[in-house]
């Protein structure tokens, strides 16, 4: 054979290579890590009933905490969700307890588009429903599941813990993440117990029942893990956007 | 809400923290401050309204004082305003008030005073800063008075023009009811309102009629402003219902300062430490016995939870003595019996948040600092987390798509009217998408714009938006999307269907080759995950792209359909004879297509023809002239047990030439 015939820096033949959706490749990295932790995955319908995404869920008719989610509605009254929490009830009443699951779902709010605001975003919530869970409970897995986020994307975040409000959980809490050298912190966990009206309404006793739940936003997560400066990219069918990743 | 430094610490007489400090506090402990500015020597905190909408407590700065007296373990020292000066004012026992509630579900609670001879003017300065720090406008005195004892407790007050209300015989009537459809209000903003029966209203009644002053709890009416021309004054603190409130000020679009507080719910009990205050103010007096106080008492609320500070230790995994936690307790005003580990808390009235022990449990927690507790993990037996085939099935088919050069996009779920309501059939194996769903079922009511306005029903009229752009700049792609689709019967919670679909483009106008192309891809998908063989018979849609050249085809499918027709690969023994192939070519007319054909030579051959495939297929001008196409099929003959000998083949190939000529007027060649 007469290898010099053959000249070794010719161009490449480029290859046809497809790329996934950065959102679904970080929902796909999350979710791996809650099923190590003993978590089942439950997809979230995306329409769902007054009840399922408000009531069932502490929110009283015409209580101000509604304003929380600016809610789309059918003309059939039914709700395109504004959050994944609109799952608990239904894991509340097709589960028995020791219930641990985590629930992925698209989810909408009547929110005017701009760099950092998007009315179709994606959270994945989590829920754990055991007898005599502790806060401290809550704040050891939140701040595990964070570590372990962290580290596989190479942020080295630092979290802390802040009060905070929502309907269907007491005490409520918050997890923020700062990236290393910054003085930003960001909202990266709402959490909280889950409120004993919530379980009551699942059709579990609070006296021997209780639980946490939380949501993280996936695309905020995202945006965090490649830098990316504008969340109207995910939903801009630019193949110049997905083919980076 | 506005949060002025400079005002909670006149209740914080020890407070010796900075103002950066305070703030770090109260975003651990409270809510998370969100800005932090400046006014004068002051500085202004700002926490988002929705973090408190359970805390209509926290609406008056005096709240946050209390928040701090806790968080810092600092006394709380409330005090009240000195009166203003050469404002005058007296209160008047010559005229009597009758208050009317027609609604006592309504409205709780009104009181009221009357205070003659005030002089109306500026306020000030001390009075018209601390307004300024919170972002309110300086009026006049009065109003300002108001506004600052509403921004310092939290109960709205609102002044009228005495003089614009009709008395009679000495009494001045005041009634809380619904309006009637008929009535109309001019509001102090200028809006003119139709009133309706479900707004609630402050009317100056007379044996006569009952005229419209106020819409309750939301805003005074126009006609009894105060003016630099008033003298005499009637002032209002009362307890509105929080839902009615709300629900009468989104219908009208009218948000205020005071529709903000009432619809988080007030402590009845504030209606009169408030007005109190402002007569003080007006008139250096603290005669309360002359408040008009009508207070419709409804039926106690929770007033005591009970709780074990080794439950409370336990859930929060702390370890805090009684003392401390009634200590605590205290300083965000409850009053705590203990007895040993037992804590009795009678709750104060202006905190009807708190309704469990969970609730305490919270006061307790973010108070100590949530960043302070042990973290720990669930105490639980192992078990497997419940298998979700449906995702992995997606994953499954993302990882084909991928791997064989195709882009997942997201594309919202929402469309516009002429997108909306397109479904996916099939017509003889034929995909085609034809307007199928009730736009009515799929419509948003609030929706942002127009191009937003239906919920989507198929992925493709998206998908074809994202090839018309991405053909802007690529010669050839392929892209897809795994999501979900609405299929609504009747008005019953709609089906949701997750649908695969897949758009191949390019630029090249060779149809017959992109089509291949699609077909190929489609084909693989369904090899590799093992579907039946029905779907390999589909035929993609043609996609007409509006203003781009090239050409597109598409598949969509609904996966559940495909999941349950995927069978698990079992093991075939690998044959040890050789395939025996054959080609057969012949001519048919253009329009005739190939896939009866091809079933037609199956059907014919049985179980010993393996595969058959399209080698080639073309047109010369004679042909073209003829209407006529070339075909050419190969097809592989097997037989596990023995090689298959040409005698075997020649009957089934002469059975099919015979079926070609009569069924199609075929030409073997």
């Known amino acids: 054979m007469n290898n010099t015939l053959i000249d070794p820096t010719i161009p490449v033949l480029p290859i046809d290579k497809g790329y996934l959706h950065p959102i679904t490749q970080t929902y796909n990295e999350i979710v791996e890590i809650f099923m190590a932790m003993g978590f089942e995955l439950v997809e979230a319908r995306m329409v769902n009933t007054e009840e399922a995404v408000f009531s069932s869920l502490n929110f009283p008719k015409d209580h101000p905490a509604r304003d929380l989610m600016d809610t789309f509605y059918l003309e059939t009254n039914y709700i395109p969700i504004p959050h994944t929490s609109s799952m608990q009830n239904t894991l509340l009443t097709t589960r028995k307890p020791p219930i641990a699951a985590v629930i992925a779902g698209r989810c909408f709010r009547n929110e005017k588009l701009d760099s950092t605001h998007e009315h179709t975003f994606y959270q994945l919530e989590g829920m754990y429903v055991n007898q005599k869970v502790r806060l401290s409970d809550l704040i050891g897995t939140l701040k595990t599941a964070a570590q372990l986020i962290s580290d596989r994307y190479q942020l080295g975040l630092e979290f802390k813990v802040l009060s905070t409000y929502f309907p269907f959980v007491e005490p409520g809490i918050e997890i923020l993440a700062r990236k290393p050298n910054s003085d930003k912190w960001l909202e990266l966990i709402p959490a909280g117990m889950i409120h004993r009206n919530v379980l009551i309404s699942g059709g579990l006793d609070p006296e021997i029942w209780n639980g946490f739940a939380w949501a993280i936003g996936i695309d905020r997560l995202t945006i965090l893990k490649y830098g990316i400066d504008d969340i109207r990219w995910f939903h801009s069918g630019d193949l110049r956007f997905n083919q980076q990743f | ?669």
């Open chain 2, 1 to 669: 809400m506005l949060i002025s430094y400079n005002w909670i610490k006149t209740y914080l007489p020890n407070l010796t923290q900075t103002p950066a400090e305070i703030a770090d506090f109260l975003s651990t402990s409270l809510a998370e401050v969100e800005t932090i500015q400046h006014y004068k020597d002051d500085t202004i905190f700002e926490i988002k309204n929705i973090a408190l909408s359970h805390r209509a407590d926290l609406f008056g700065e005096i709240g946050f004082a209390r928040e701090i007296s806790a968080i810092l373990n600092t006394d709380l020292v409330l005090s009240n305003e000195l009166p203003i000066p050469n404002l005058n004012g007296l209160i008047t026992t010559d005229l009597k008030l009758n208050i009317t509630i027609q609604q006592p579900e309504l409205c709780q609670r009104y009181s009221c005073i009357i205070i003659k001879g005030v002089k109306i003017s500026e306020s000030p300065d001390w009075l018209k800063d601390r307004l300024i720090s919170v972002n309110m406008r300086p009026i006049n005195n009065i109003v300002d008075i108001t506004n600052y004892l509403m921004f310092k407790h939290g109960q709205p007050l609102h002044a009228f023009d005495f003089d614009q209300l009709i008395i009679e015989n000495n009494n001045v009537g005041i009634e809380v009811r619904n309006a009637e459809n008929s009535e109309k209000l001019e509001l102090i903003d200028g809006t003119f309102l139709n009133l309706n029966p479900s707004d609630l209203i402050i009317t100056n009644s007379t044996s006569q009629k009952s005229i419209p002053i106020a819409l309750a709890g939301i805003m005074g009416g126009k006609a009894s402003e105060i003016s630099t021309q008033t003298k005499n004054i009637l002032i209002e603190s009362a307890n509105f219902n929080m839902y009615q409130i709300r629900k009468s000020s989104r219908f009208h679009a009218i948000r205020s300062e005071a529709s903000l507080r009432f619809e988080k719910g007030i402590d009845p009990q504030l209606t009169i430490p408030t007005l109190e205050e402002a007569i003080m103010m007006i008139t250096g007096d603290n005669k309360s016995n002359l408040i008009t106080d009508e207070y419709l008492k409804n039926s106690p609320p929770k007033n005591s939870i009970k709780i074990n500070s080794t439950d409370l230790n336990y859930y929060l995994n702390i370890n805090l003595t009684p003392q401390v936690i009634s200590s605590t307790l205290s300083r965000l005003g409850c009053i705590v019996n203990t007895d040993s580990e037992l804590l009795n808390i009678q709750l104060p009235s202006f905190r009807k948040d708190l309704k469990n022990q969970e609730d305490i449990y919270e006061e307790i927690a973010r108070i100590y600092n949530y960043n302070k507790i042990t973290p720990t993990l669930p105490d639980r037996s192992i078990q497997p987390a419940r298998f979700n085939p449906f995702w992995r099935f997606k994953n499954t088919l993302r990882q084909i798509l991928t791997e064989s050069g195709a882009n997942e996009l997201l594309q919202y779920s929402f469309v516009n009217e002429q997108q909306a309501g397109l479904a996916v059939e099939i017509n003889e194996n034929q995909l085609i998408l034809a307007s199928k769903i009730d736009k009515n079922l799929i419509h948003i009511k609030n929706t942002l714009s127009p191009e937003l306005s239906y919920m989507r029903t198929s992925l493709i009229p998206s998908l074809t938006n994202a090839t018309i752009e991405n053909a802007k700049r690529f010669n050839s792609f392929t892209i897809f999307e795994i999501g979900k689709v609405l299929y609504p019967i009747d008005d019953k919670l709609p089906n949701e269907l997750d649908v695969l679909s897949m758009i191949y483009y390019s630029k090249n106008n060779e149809q017959l080759n992109n089509l291949k192309l699609i077909k190929g891809l489609w084909r693989m998908i369904l090899d590799k995950i093992g579907a039946e063989d029905e779907f390999y018979k589909w035929l993609p849609f043609q996609i007409t792209l509006e203003n781009t050249e090239g050409v597109a085809f598409g598949y969509e499918i609904d996966l559940t359909q495909l999941l349950s027709k995927c069978v698990y690969p079992h093991f075939k023994t690998i044959p040890l004879h050789p395939e025996t192939k054959q080609d057969i070519s012949f001519l048919i007319s253009t329009e005739q297509v190939l896939d009866p054909i091809i079933q037609l030579i199956r059907t014919t051959a049985g179980d010993i023809l393996k595969e058959i495939e399209v080698i080639d297929i073309f047109q010369n001008e004679k042909m073209k002239t003829n209407h006529q196409k070339s075909v050419t099929l190969r097809m592989y003959f097997l037989d596990p047990a023995k090689s298959i000998a040409d005698e075997e083949i020649n009957p089934i190939r002469e059975k099919i030439n015979e079926l070609l000529i009569r069924n199609y007027q075929a030409i073997i060649r």
